[in-house]
């Protein structure tokens, strides 16, 4: 039975939504800024996960997308996308092979921060008869490499690997947790500050720096103001998690992504659970913030299990019956779709279409 014309009260539960209308205005939001600054649009896929978005989001504008992980970027490129910056280390034989095939096939730039690992990408480049764009990750408190001197010498270090070809420098500090938009901006450009430093010092050495990339959705109207920034890799912005959206700046966007869920048990006045655990909602890695419950006030989520979600009632607008469905927003997008196989497309209360979350799941 196709889903297809369906109301959305009558599909099954735990359910993975978007509303159409409000992703597609996420996506011209943003789309629509970038065509009036200088540097480009790079979204990061990792919050949804689909090449049908990833092909929307390049349709708007944007000169190519960002991964975290390689099996991502290999579900993306077998979809048609070519231009792939690869946002992580690649640092075994397995993945440097499948990293060598990946290249033949799409326009992909890895990060890299340590000089063996570059020499072990380069053999094995040079063997195949493979270029590998590669691009410095400047250190940010995960990965990377000192900006400064440090990134200066691993560049040069890169020139003389053959089978590589030097794209430039990125850099990632997420910082959503400043909620004030002044304050994110002052602590943004401290962050570029170095950075920015690197990138001149690097071409000071003679060498050509093609992209200089960073920035987040958090900073989608901040990284843009940097002089020498080429690229952007906003991502949350496409489904706005309630997180997300909490912060000053990110008025223009709205929450398109929910789980459809079943009230199942009503064991008080006050209490109701629900059909969405753990192995439906995800975790939020970055802090405790429950989902909210969409449209409905006076209800609070205050705790999951593996196969159950907690809710406490106060004064609800809507009286809760077992059996009746409601949606909540997840609080990291994430995560949340990370544990479904398809997206159901809703516009106008009824569904539109069905699209396979193809990388979810690609751990390598």
Known sequence: MTLVGLEKDELDTPSLLIDLDVMERNLSIMADYYKGVNANLRPHIKPHKSPIIAHKQLEAGAIGITCQKLGEAEVMAAAGISEILLANQIANEQKIRRLIGLAKHSNVIVGVDNINNVKQISRAAFKQGVDIN?????????????????????AKEIMRCKGLKF???WFHKGIRSYKKFEERKRVHFE???PVMETKDMIEDAGIDVEIVSAGATSTYKITPEVVGITEVQPGCYVFMDHEYKSIEGMESFNCALTILATVISRPSRDRAIIDVGLKSRGSNYTTLIPPLVKDIEGIEVTGFSAEHGHLKLKSPSKELDVGDKLELIPSNCDT???MYDEYIGIR?????????????????
């Not at 990750?137 to 400064?148: M, P, S």
């Not at 699209?355 to 751990?363: D, E, F, Q, Y």
């Open 134 to 154: 590669v691009a410095m990750e400047i250190d940010a408190g995960r990965c990377g490499i000192q900006a400064g001197k440090p990134a200066v010498s691993f």
């Open 167 to 169: 794209s430039g420098i």
């Open 191 to 193: 962050l570029l500050k």
């Open 336 to 338: 949340t779709v990370n």
């Open 348 to 364: 106008d209360n009824r569904v539109e279409v069905i699209w396979p979350i193809s990388a979810r799941g690609k751990t390598q």
